[in-house]
């Protein structure tokens, strides 16, 4: 075949390894302007902290000052977090004063970085690594899941990591690898979500085959799948289930199997899956491309099957991205005509730009923040204002997450994540009824009562409780707020502050719109 190599590209290419000649051409160009590029899309979407990051957060407030990982101080302890190491994470800060949500894009932001950095120099090739750095740092729910406030980019950095490991052995099987990092990865992986260990779990059956003969690699995986099992029979003991509570309330909720999940993720990744797949027919390229194909597939298994709920910018496709853009690059690496590698990178770079712009919920999450603080936020931070009676600082709320982070209080989640008697089939108006709280926040399309939500008696519930104040989070998307007379004056004074505060410090729109968002970002409003 002919071939034709120039400038940078030129190398010889007897062989295809997964990992760079350092001196084959400069980096540090492309992984300074990556950088950039990632720094300034993180900045932009700062203020997108998601309501499900103050779920943990307020598991982890709860065990730093001594309540342990529960939901409600002095109450039965239930899961409501499947994110263990990462609310662990998050456990020091809190005794040093450091805003959580402050100390969750920080960390993520350091593990995109580090993401970026692999994908630049582990292809070979320039074109390999523009299209894998590219695709990542301007793909916009990148910038969205670093902001978000959970665990999704530190996860994705322990998947491909675990991914690179054992394509360095599929090219080179006396590669310098550490007999403990890839067991420990699985482990981190399960800890930072319960299904983390199936996108682990292939690189490490690579591994454990390629160093089979090595006894350290098994007693490593060993001392892995101790620790593991230990984790889990402390967690049941604990908590008294073998699953998080959240898995008992969303299987079988929104679950749909008609592709809708499978069509948007490729339809965006389209490129990506294509190179990535191709890779497959090339001597040179088939066992890693067939690796991360193998750990996309099992971390896409259950969503594609389940629709799962918050899966905002396809937050649950994003777990495997990095995986995509490193295999389309290690294709693009095995292209011997350079002109046709560039071009490929440059449509593979644009589309997934385009695609991530394009998502049919991005202009809802740049915005999400702002909106966020005009709700959620000011509806926790008012019932946190009152002088109401420790014994009766009680809110039901939909929405778990700001509102009972910021108020403090002990709170029903009547959706049934934090609350074990719904999420085991108690019925959520009797909870209600029983628990009797004080202020109920009942989320709505329009600033007037629903008849019911989540399977929830409102009118039956909320009895003579007093409507004290309404906050618009977007144009279909409200927070009522009821309180118990004798409490509804104060309550609704705190509300009526909290919310002209946020007005004052938010941007005062509801629109979802790129417009608005690059109009805040600039200042302009």
């Known amino acids: 075949m002919l071939t034709e190599s120039r400038g940078a590209d030129a190398e010889p290419r007897t062989e295809w390894p997964p990992f760079r ?41 709860n065990l730093a000052h001594g309540f342990g990982p529960t939901w409600n101080p002095g109450q039965d302890p239930v899961e409501g977090f499947t994110n263990f190491a990462w609310m662990l994470w998050h456990v020091p800060w809190v005794w040093l ?7 969750s894009k920080l960390t993520a932001a350091a593990c995109a970085m580090a993401v970026t950095w692999l994908l630049v120099t582990s292809p070979r090739t320039w074109s390999g690594a523009v299209a894998a750095a590219g695709s990542f740092v301007l793909f916009l729910p990148t910038w969205v899941h670093v902001d978000s406030g959970l665990e999704t980019a530190p996860f994705a950095l322990v998947v491909l990591r675990a991914v690179l490991l054992a394509a360095r052995l599929l090219h080179d099987r006396d590669a310098p690898v550490r007999s403990w990092e890839v067991p420990a990865l699985l482990l981190l992986a399960g800890t930072l979500r319960p299904d983390g260990v199936l996108g682990v779990a292939p690189p490490l059956l690579v591994w454990l085959w390629l160093r089979r003969r090595d006894r350290a690699a098994w007693t490593w995986t060993g001392v892995a799948a101790v620790a593991g099992i230990g984790y889990l029979v402390g967690r049941w003991a604990y908590f008294g289930h073998t699953l998080p509570n959240t ?13 809708r999940w499978i069509q948007l993720t490729a339809a965006t990744l389209l490129p990506l899956l294509v190179c990535a797949t191709a890779g497959l027919f090339r001597a040179r390229t088939a066992g890693p491309a067939a690796l991360v194909l193998a750990s996309c597939l099992a971390l896409y298994a259950i969503p594609a099957l389940s629709a799962p709920a918050m899966d905002y910018l396809s937050r649950f496709a994003w777990h495997g991205f990095p995986l995509l853009c490193l295999a389309a690059a290690w294709t693009l690496d095995a292209v011997e005509l350079r002109r046709v590698a560039a071009a490929t990178a440059a449509v593979v770079v644009g589309w997934t730009a385009v695609a991530g712009f ?64 719904i999420a085991h089939g108690a019925n959520p108006t009797e909870v209600l009824l029983a628990d009797d709280p004080t202020v109920v926040v009942v989320t709505s399309p329009r600033p007037e009562l629903p008849p019911s939500s989540w399977r929830t008696d409102l009118p039956r519930v909320l009895g003579d409780r007093e ?58 409003s």
């Open 358 to 421: 394009l998502a049919p919920d991005g202009r809802t999450m740049v915005n999400y923040g702002d909106d966020l603080r005009r709700a959620h936020i000011a509806v926790g931070l008012a019932l946190a204002d009152t002088n109401v009676p420790a014994d009766r600082r009680t809110v039901a709320v939909s929405d778990a997450g700001a509102m009972p982070y910021f108020s403090g209080w002990a709170a029903t989640d009547y959706i049934g994540l934090n609350d074990e008697r």
């Open 97 to 103: 004063g450091v805003p959580l949500p402050v100390v």
């Open 467 to 524: 409507l004290v104040g309404a906050a618009q989070m977007r144009p279909e998307y409200f927070q009522l707020v009821y309180a118990k007379p004798d409490v509804a004056p104060e309550v609704r004074a705190a509300l009526d502050r909290r919310l002209a505060e946020a007005r004052a410090v938010t941007d005062t729109r509801v629109d979802p719109s790129y417009g608005r968002w690059v109009d805040r970002v600039l200042g302009r």
């Open 247 to 259: 898995f008992y309330v969303k299987v079988g909720v929104d679950a749909a199997t008609d592709g």
């Open 21 to 61: 000649d350092p001196d084959a051409w400069d980096r540090r160009p492309l992984l300074v302007a990556a950088l950039l590029a990632l720094a300034v899309g993180v900045w932009a979407c700062w203020s997108a902290t998601v309501d499900d990051a103050y779920i943990t957060y307020r598991y982890t407030t």
